[in-house]
């Protein structure tokens, strides 16, 4: 067995399902925040070029990833090499957009566009990566490299967005909320429209398919937004959706600007008692 061989073969093997606060849960909590010990070390002076490049391999690290997740649910090999798509787990969930917007912020120069998918980047994927790995643990299987998969997207997230706020790159400022704001409404948007498809298309009779888990014609199965499902018209609960995200997206800007000024306050205190 060569070597990728055996890699392939431990991701694929078996674990008991972590729980929240276990012990795997806890070491991959860890992780993400030491991992901005050298990114924000190495370059001491970080240049635009350099940060647009660590935003991009971090997506395309997570593309790699994506791509190992979606073979891993695609193929069975019980009875010989079997394909069969799981149309559940098509990447185009919530917690899957920043993956596109990491690859689309790396490859594109400073502007209003660039600064939107960074700032998206800062707000949204900072409150879902948060989300996830806060409590974790509708996420967790019992295959060993789907659990890490799903720990090192979830936990770059929040990688991503700190160090953006830390290198100054995104402002912590109020108009942050404001810049991200249409990137998420065009996600949410294109979302719809691939539910959409899938009910026309005849999917939805064999496959779930439920892009953001906001799809009409599926049980509502989101926490608190299936009651507003239940209760709204559809076209109004995209509009309550994007709002109720953009508020607790905001909220974490909000906590992120605060600890930004705690920072500042204290660090002249320090360098006077050097």
């Not at 350099?50 to 069975?76: C, D, G, M, P």
């Not at 429209?193 to 199965?221: H, K, Q, W």
Request: net charge positive.
């Amino acid at each position: 067995m060569t070597f990728w061989q055996s890699v392939l073969a431990f991701l694929d093997s078996s674990m008991e399902t972590p729980a929240s606060f276990g012990w795997f849960h806890l070491l991959w909590l860890a992780l993400t925040f030491l991992v901005l010990i050298p990114l924000l070390r190495f370059p001491k002076r970080q240049e635009d070029a350099h940060i647009r490049r660590v935003v991009l391999f971090t997506a395309i690290a997570v593309t790699v990833l994506e791509v190992y997740k979606q073979i891993n649910y695609s193929f069975s090999y019980e009875d010989g090499i079997v394909f069969d798509y799981q149309w559940y787990a098509f990447p185009f969930q919530f917690c899957s957009t920043p993956m596109y917007i990491g690859l689309l912020a790396g490859l594109t120069k400073k502007g209003k566009l660039h600064e939107s998918l960074c700032a998206y980047l800062a707000t949204y994927a900072l409150f879902a990566g948060l989300a996830v790995m806060i409590y974790p643990n509708d996420v967790f299987i019992s295959t060993i490299g789907i659990n890490i998969q799903t720990m090192i997207c979830h936990g770059s997230m929040i990688t991503i967005a700190i160090y953006l706020f830390a290198t100054g790159y995104v402002k912590l400022s109020h108009r942050t909320i404001l810049k991200a704001m249409p990137v998420f409404a065009v996600t949410v948007g294109m979302a719809a429209v691939m539910n959409e498809i899938a009910y026309r298309v005849g999917l939805l009779e064999t496959e779930t398919f439920n892009m953001f888990f906001i799809s009409p014609y599926c049980d509502p199965s989101l926490l608190v937004y299936s009651d507003v499902q239940r209760a709204v018209p559809f076209p109004w609960c995209l509009v309550i959706y994007i709002l109720g995200f953009t508020a607790a997206a905001y909220l974490v800007l909000l906590i992120a600007m605060g600890i930004g000024a705690l920072i500042k306050k204290l660090r002249p205190a320090a360098v006077a008692v050097k």
